[in-house]
C-alpha cells in the first residue's frame, strides 16, 4: 500500500479532457502536446495546494484522492479557474466514499462510483455526488436532479458545484426534472481571490492564455 495515500472516508477527483480528438485534429501534435502539459500542470499545482493525492493519470484524465471534501471542492473550482482561457476545457467528477487502499491505489465500488459521476458532466462543469455534496455546507451547489449512472441500478441524486448554465447532463438517464438552483451560500469572491492570487495558478493561467492565442 502506498504510504500517501488517505485512508478512511476520502473524496475522489476524476477529470477529464472534453472532445480531446477533435482538438488533436485542431491544433496539431505540437500544440496539442503543449496544451495538454500545460493542462497537466495546472492540475497538479491545484490539486498539491489542496492536499490531494494523485492516484493515476492515464491519457488526458486524472485521478486523484482528497482527505476532505471541501479540500476537494476547491482544488476542482481552482483548476477550472485556471483553465478557464483554454484551449482544453474539462469535465470534473467528486464522489465521497470509502474504498481498498491497494498496491498502486484504491479498489471498490466508490472508485466506479466517482469516476461514472464525472462522465457525465460537460467541459468547465464540476459534478457532485449526493454524499459530497453533504459535506460542502459553504459552497454553491444546484440540484440537478436523480440520475442513472452506468453500472449501478438506482438512480442517484447529482449536485453541480457552482451556479453557471450548462446544457443537460450527458445522458439521456435523468429520472425526473432538475430543481432550481440552491445553496447560493456562494464563495465565489473568496475563492477567485485565493486562486488569483496563487502564483503556481497564475502561472498556468499564463501558459494557457499563450497556447490559446496560438491556435489561429
Known sequence: ????????????????????????RRLGPELYAEA???HRQTLRDAVAAEGGVEIDTQGDAFFVAF?????????ARSGQLALTPGPITVRMGLHTGTATAAAEGYVGIDVHRGARVAALAHGGQVIVSATTAALLE???LRDLG???LKGFDAPARLFQLGVADFPPLRTAGAVDLPTP???FLGREREL?????SSPSLTR???????IASRRT
Open 192 to 196: 477567485f481571490e485565493a486562486t488569483s
Open 36 to 38: 495538454l502539459a500545460a
Open 204 to 210: 498556468s493561467r499564463s501558459r494557457i492564455s499563450d
Open 67 to 75: 482527505p476532505t471534501a471541501g479540500g476537494a471542492a476547491v482544488a
Open 138 to 140: 459553504d459552497e454553491p
Open 181 to 183: 438552483a440552491t445553496r
Open 1 to 24: 500500500m502506498r504510504p500517501d495515500l488517505p485512508t478512511g472516508t476520502v473524496t475522489f477527483l476524476f477529470t477529464d479532457i472534453e472532445g480531446s480528438t477533435l482538438l488533436l
Open 146 to 148: 436523480l440520475h442513472r
